[in-house]
């Protein structure tokens, strides 16, 4: 029954996760969740290990101290055991091809934690003790981890970049004191019996995760803006490509951007790329014959031009107008491609 509960609570955790990525269909990668739910059962023995090495140490600093002894011997020594695998993982499979990855990705490392450990604590407390745990102890290692997740997202993004000069690892290990020191609070008040007070610090956390979490989504690459906003969306793109080079969103967002920018030759190398990609994608083959076709009076790309136009039913060709009309906006492309479309 312990097995059976966990795995229904893995299940519908694993769902959460998936759903806070709004855009993960847009990375065509496949998820990393379970990978990184699988290197979080290795954050446990590094617990022991890691309690072995510093324990005596800094034994005079928590004698006589219960919430130093929880900050230090019980929250540090978790996160940074859960940071480890991470870390190592995230480098290793270049799995953070955003910010917002690194929260998902420690996130999920710590819901294999927290499940391991409530597997331990039903073996000598029971399944009601389980059943409560699935949800404020899961929660809880969740958020605490996605705290040092955040930062090390933003790191990782951001390394090797003129924008990673603006972030230190420092940033990260004082992101793991602060999850830390939360989650050695926490366990204290549960110490002293103040089940509430405990509460309101898991309440804490979980807003501090959540409001971080959709700042990520609104300043996601993956998160669609209209092509008027290619002065600032370029750049961001570029930089997103730098980590998910076969991307097709990113190389036809950045494809449009560039034409909507006046250089058709910088536009006509991101289309290309994403229809090699994904060729079926109507728009991008579009564009891309109109381009030939405009430039050099091409018949091939006037007959594709002419059977997309035919074969599209009405309610795609208005999209596609409408892409036609923010794409080329003012410029005398845009005339040619509607009378195409038959507009």
Partial sequence: MILIIS??????????????????????????????????????????????????ILRPFYTYSVILYNI????MVEE??????????TIRKQAVKEPRDGV?????????????????YAFFYGLNILLIRSILTIVGHMTLASIWGATAGVYIYNRNTRMGDNHSPLMIAGSIIVAGTFHGIYNSLLSYDHFMAALFVDFIVLMISLRVLNFFNKTSPY????????????????HAL??????????????FCYLRAGNTEKGKRYLKKANKINSREISVRFFLNFIDYYQTGDF???RALNYISESLPSRSKLILKRKVIEVFKNRPEKERALKILGF
């Fill in 7 to 56: 795995f229904a609570a893995a299940v519908i955790w694993i769902r959460v996760l998936k759903n806070l990525d709004k855009d993960r269909k847009l990375k065509t990668d496949k998820s990393f969740i379970r990978l990184f739910i699988f290197a979080g059962f290795s954050s446990l023995p590094l617990v022991f290990i890691i309690s072995d090495l510093i324990e005596p």
């Fill in 242 to 255: 730098d980590k998910n080079p076969e991307n097709f969103y990113l190389n036809k967002q950045l494809g």
């Fill in 80 to 89: 940074v055991s859960k940071f480890i695998p991470f870390f190592l993982l």
């Fill in 72 to 75: 230090l011997m019980v929250g």
């Fill in 300 to 302: 091939r790309s006037e």
């Fill in 104 to 120: 998902i990705h420690a996130a999920s490392v710590g819901l294999a934690f927290a499940l391991v450990e409530n597997i331990e």
């Fill in 223 to 238: 998160k669609k803006k209209p092509i008027r906003d290619y002065k600032t969306e370029i750049p961001r793109l570029v």
